[in-house]
């Protein structure tokens, strides 16, 4: 009997460290893989004693106090060197991109890429990194040239990917859907979402629109606190955001809500703002407190937060942009909103006015018909449970290693 493949998977973010979708995506890939190959995690943010089967790596203590992105390289280089007998390696994110490349060089093996975003399609990052973004764009360009295969987590992203890096044999790109965990989120009961609810201050009583994400430019956080001002008065508006890109893009949202408030009458004007990441039942919990999820994101691959929202039972109100529309059915599981925006790159509108005002019509709609909402967050259930499952997703990226082992 053969023995099974070995899958080293190479990241950033695995818990308890996860900031954000690429994270909690390796983190139920490598369950759902176990059953068919021998998995190895390679992670960043120190050893995880516990964790069988995961290596965590600290950052070179001789590059402490660099910029951040040859702080990353050099966790990479000791990942590259560590997946010495692995079939197949597997990066996510540029973070660890670097890692695959030079392990799949370095061991003659194939590296596979999958792709969560894109740097060119981020520029925003300069905000961030500064020259660091120069060093993370060409980490992520030279790891996806000589990938042996590239996963793009949407057909949107597959186009994007393909836009970005012309020079990209398109076979090489293959289309498989981030997943969700149904059984670890589901709606709770009736008394916890009321405990919850108490804890932070919503109202279960009253309609809700929630926004669940990283203040960051591409989540659209700015313009939908803009479009929140226009939301009925009973509306509550509760933001579970925090993790800023930059002190200038914290400084905005924190003005917009202290702005909004205001104008809602002072602090009990059912705007409630949630910095901390709350545990998965808790937050479970917070969403099904609400009526109707909002993603207004200028940039999204795919959008693992909207499958958590439908698999709780919200209907979705998104942005029309990048693999959205490929989780979210308009009319059926919530609304997409069309957002013309600037080819550059940045993603941003090209008339922001109309944006902001389409936006929060669309939200005011599904939160005035709490029949229709509870139809849509019932129909987004079960287009969950229909096509975002883990186990068929796991079966659909052992396909993809076996394409890339038996190329030439």
Not at 77 to 98: I, K
Not at 373 to 398: C, N, V
Request: glycine residues 10%; aromatic residues 6%.
């Amino acid at each position: 009997m053969s023995s099974p493949l070995r899958i080293d998977l190479l990241t950033r973010e695995f818990p308890p460290h996860v900031y954000g979708g690429a994270g909690v995506h390796v983190a139920e890939l490598s369950a759902v893989l176990r059953p068919h190959a021998d998995v190895r995690v390679r992670c960043f943010d120190g050893p995880r004693p516990d964790a069988a089967g995961v290596t965590g790596y600290e950052e070179p203590a001789t590059l402490s106090g660099a910029n951040a992105s040859l702080r990353t390289l050099g966790v990479d280089l000791a990942m590259a060197d560590d997946v010495a007998g692995a079939d197949v390696v597997h990066s996510h994110t540029w973070y660890a991109n670097m890692a695959g490349h030079l392990g799949g060089l370095l061991h003659g093996v194939p590296h596979l890429v999958t792709a969560h975003s894109l740097e060119p399609l981020r520029p925003w990052k300069a905000e961030q990194l500064g020259g660091g973004y120069a060093v993370s764009s060409w980490a992520e360009r030279t790891a996806y040239l000589g990938a042996s295969g590239i996963v793009a987590v949407s057909a949107g992203m597959r186009a994007d990917i393909l836009r970005c890096y012309p020079e990209l044999d398109p076979e090489r790109v293959h289309v498989v859907h981030n997943g969700i965990d149904l059984d670890g989120w589901v709606r709770p009961s009736d008394e916890e979402i009321a405990r919850v609810a108490v804890d932070h201050g919503i109202d279960p009583a009253r309609p809700a629109v929630v926004f669940v994400g990283r203040i960051t430019r591409q989540k659209g956080l700015p313009d939908f606190l803009r479009a929140a001002a226009r939301l009925p008065r009973e509306v509550q508006v509760i933001l579970c955001a925090g993790a800023p890109d930059t002190p200038e893009i914290m400084a905005e949202v924190r003005s917009l809500v202290d702005d909004l408030r205001q104008a809602r009458g002072g602090t009990a004007a059912g705007v409630v703002w949630i910095e901390e990441m709350l545990p998965r039942p808790e937050l479970c919990a917070v969403l099904a407190a609400s009526t109707v999820f909002a993603c207004p994101s200028v940039y999204e691959p795919l959008g693992i937060v909207n499958l958590e929202a439908m698999a709780v039972g919200l209907p979705v109100v998104a942005t029309a942009t990048g693999g959205i529309p490929e989780v979210v059915d308009d009319g059926v599981t919530g609304v997409l909103v069309p957002l013309e925006q600037a080819d550059d790159g940045t993603g941003t509108p090209l008339d922001r006015e109309r944006w902001v005002s389409d936006l929060a019509a669309a939200l005011t709609a599904v939160v005035d018909d709490p029949q229709r909402a509870a139809t849509m967050g019932a129909a987004g259930r079960r287009r969950a449970e229909e096509h975002f499952a883990w186990t068929a997703i796991a079966e659909r990226t052992m396909d993809v290693y076996r394409s890339v082992l038996a190329r030439p």
